[in-house]
């Protein structure tokens, strides 16, 4: 059986750093990532550039075939932006391909997506992500589940679902921690101002090697990256999965080093 561990990113030292910093800024469904992406890039003016990862769901009747065009589409977003921020200081992203795999975990615990395909999907945003370059900064929204029942428009996934995102998140944050990323956490009750995050940016340590060096591919060359990696897919054995706790866990303090 294969256990999945959606919620581990490969290490940054196993990725490709970019020449500009990556701050990705993630949280679950409604939490406001779009709304500091665009704030925060204003703070930063024309060195940094805000690209959303926000793609529109496509129409199907397969909760399986719509979460694997998700991550398709989120990773040419992703090549897209760092074609785009090539000449800047850096990009900020509203979302990140391993917080898209977090979603699938959670969806597939929730029984929205089912074996065999979930663990095909599973081994395809694995590679995905091995062909990006590492986020030098991940800031997390940490808001409940709850709470964002509270909201309108209404999301689109289950509590039970967004319980499993909130937890899978705050287990991303600490993997990412532990791989040299700086992550600040930001408590839903004290969000704090836009001027402490744009300072936690302009914190973070200068990038050695030059673009030219880990470039993107082209549009051309992303599209036959991503027609290998399918069609490289294997149908493992079905998923063993492991209890996921749901309930609320201790909140990550705000780290700064």
């Known amino acids: 059986a294969v256990e999945l561990g959606l919620t581990r990113q490969p290490s940054a030292s196993s990725m490709a750093r970019s020449s500009h910093h ?19 890039q204003q703070e930063l003016r024309e060195e940094y550039i805000m ?3 926000d793609v529109e769901a496509p129409a199907t009747d397969s909760a399986e075939d719509a979460a694997e065009a998700l991550l398709v589409a989120r990773f040419k977003q992703h090549m897209r932006a760092l074609r785009t921020a090539a000449h800047r200081s850096g990009v900020i992203l509203d979302g990140c391909l391993a917080g898209e795999l977090v979603r699938v975990e959670a969806a597939l615990r929730a029984g929205r997506l089912t074996e065999p395909r979930a663990t095909q ?10 062909r990006l370059p590492a986020p030098h900064a991940l800031v997390l929204l940490d ?34 921690r532990a791989a040299g990323c700086r992550v600040l956490t930001r408590d839903w009750r004290a969000f704090g101002s836009v001027r402490a995050i744009r300072d936690f940016v302009f914190c973070l340590p200068p990038v050695v090697k030059s673009y030219s060096e880990v470039a993107p591919p082209s549009i051309a060359a992303s599209d036959k990256i991503l027609a290998d990696l399918t069609n490289r897919v294997s149908k ?18 705000p780290e700064l080093a």
Not at 22 to 40: D, P, Y
Not at 121 to 130: E, K, T
Not at 145 to 170: N, S
Not at 236 to 253: G, N, R, Y
């Open 143 to 176: 808001v409940p589940a709850e709470m964002r029942l509270t909201r309108t428009p209404a999301p689109r996934r289950p509590l039970e679902e967004l319980r499993g995102v909130e937890v899978g998140l705050r287990q991303l944050a600490g993997d990412q």
């Open 22 to 40: 990556i701050v990705a800024i993630e949280g679950i469904e409604g939490a406001g990532k779009t709304t500091l992406a665009s704030a925060l």
């Open 51 to 53: 690209v959303s990862m």
């Open 121 to 130: 999907i599973y081994s395809l945003g694995r590679r995905l992500l091995q």
């Open 236 to 253: 493992p054995p079905p998923l063993a999965l492991q209890p996921s706790p749901v309930s609320p866990v201790s909140i990550l303090a």
